[in-house]
C-alpha cells in the first residue's frame, strides 16, 4: 500500500492499541469520542487520513454490542475522510460463536457481523483464533486469521516441559486445535473430552477419552466465558487421575463469576492472551497474560508492505 500507515484504537482495549503502535514505532492515531447522555457515540478523527492505509484496532468484548458500534462508527468516519484502506483489526471477533443454525427460527449473527463491517467501509479484517474457521467465508472481502498458540506454546514448553504431558481437547471441535500443540510439544499425548449439554453454558455431563493418569493435562481452548466447561473438565480429568491441570485459552471473556469458580477448582494455571483486556488480576486469581500485540504488530506491517502474513505461522 503507497499511502502512509495509521493505526487507531476504539476504547476496548487501550493497552493492547498502544503496545501496536510502540511495536510498529508509530504514533497512535488521533480519536476525539464522545457518548452522549442517551448513550450515543460521535467520533471525530483527530489526524489526516487521506489516502492512507489505516487500521482500527478494537475488541468487541463486553459491552460488546457498545464496542462494535464504535468500531462502525470509526469506520464510517474513516472512510468519509477519504482513507485508502481501512482494516478492521479485531483481537476478539464478538458473536462468532453464534455461526449457524442449531434451530429454526434463529440468527447467524456472526455472518450478519461481518455484513455490518463491511457495509461501514472496512476493506479487509484482520482477526485472532475465530471460533471457527469458516467464518472467514462469511465476508467478501479479505480476512486474516492470526494464532495466538505459536506464542503461548513456549511459555507452557518452559513451564511444564514436555515429560508426562496430555494436551485435552475440552470438547470433540476443538481436537485440531489440541492437535495443533501436542505436535509442538514433542508429539504429547492428547485426549478429548466428550462433553453433553442441555442448553447455553449448561454441562450436564463429562467424559474423558484418552489416557491421563498421572499426567500433566493442558486443557487448550480458544473461549473461556463462564469458566463452567473449564472447571467442569478440569474435575473430570482429577476424577481420571490427572496429576496437575492446567487451561490455556486464548480470549479470556471471564464473564460473571467466572473468576471466583476458576479460584475453587483444581486449575493450577488459566494462561490467555490480551486480545481483551484483564483489570485487577492478582496472584488468587492463577491467570498468566501472554501479550499477542507483537504478532498483531507484525501482521500490520506485513499487511501495509504487501507481505505473506501466512508466514508468520509456518
Known amino acids: ?16 492499541f498502544q503496545s501496536v503502535c510502540k511495536q510498529l514505532d508509530i504514533e497512535p492515531g488521533r480519536i476525539d469520542t464522545v457518548q452522549f447522555a442517551d448513550g450515543e457515540l460521535s467520533v471525530e478523527i483527530g489526524d489526516n487520513v487521506r489516502g492512507g492505509d489505516v487500521f482500527v484496532l478494537q475488541s468487541t468484548c463486553k459491552p460488546g454490542n457498545d464496542y462494535l458500534m464504535e468500531l462502525l462508527i470509526i469506520i464510517d468516519a474513516l472512510k468519509r475522510s477519504s482513507a485508502g484502506r481501512i482494516t478492521a483489526a479485531i483481537p476478539y471477533y464478538g458473536y462468532s460463536r453464534q455461526d449457524r443454525k ?39 472481502i479479505p480476512v486474516d486469521n492470526l494464532y495466538a498458540l505459536p506464542t503461548m506454546i513456549p511459555y507452557l514448553r518452559q513451564k511444564y516441559g514436555v515429560e508426562d504431558v496430555t494436551i485435552v481437547s475440552p470438547d470433540v471441535g476443538g481436537l485440531e486445535r489440541a492437535r495443533f500443540v501436542a505436535t509442538r510439544m514433542d508429539n504429547s499425548p492428547f485426549a478429548v473430552i466428550d462433553k453433553r449439554r442441555s442448553g447455553a453454558n449448561r454441562v450436564d455431563s463429562m467424559t474423558v477419552v484418552g489416557e491421563v493418569q498421572g499426567q500433566t493435562c493442558i486443557i487448550v481452548d480458544d473461549i473461556a466465558d ?3 466447561t473449564l472447571v467442569k ?37 488459566l494462561v490467555v492472551t490480551d486480545t481483551i483486556p484483564h483489570a485487577e488480576l492478582d496472584s488468587s486469581d492463577r491467570i498468566s497474560v501472554i ?16 507481505d505473506s502474513v501466512s508466514s508468520l505461522f509456518t
Open 1 to 16: 500500500m503507497s499511502g502512509p500507515l495509521l493505526v487507531f484504537g476504539g476504547r476496548s482495549n487501550l493497552h493492547f
Open 102 to 140: 442449531v434451530k429454526p427460527r434463529v440468527p447467524i449473527t456472526a455472518k450478519l457481523i461481518a455484513d455490518m463491517l463491511t457495509a461501514a467501509g472496512a476493506d479487509r479484517v484482520l482477526t485472532m483464533d475465530l471460533h471457527a474457521g469458516q467464518l472467514m467465508g462469511f465476508f467478501d
Open 226 to 228: 463462564t469458566g463452567g
Open 233 to 269: 473438565a478440569a474435575e473430570t480429568l482429577i476424577k481420571a487421575g490427572a496429576k496437575r491441570v492446567v487451561a490455556v485459552c486464548v480470549h479470556a471473556v471471564l464473564s460473571g463469576e467466572s473468576r471466583s469458580k476458576l479460584r475453587e477448582s483444581p486449575i493450577d494455571e
Open 291 to 306: 501479550s499477542v500485540a507483537p504478532v498483531f504488530a507484525e501482521a500490520i506491517r506485513r499487511i501495509h508492505s504487501d
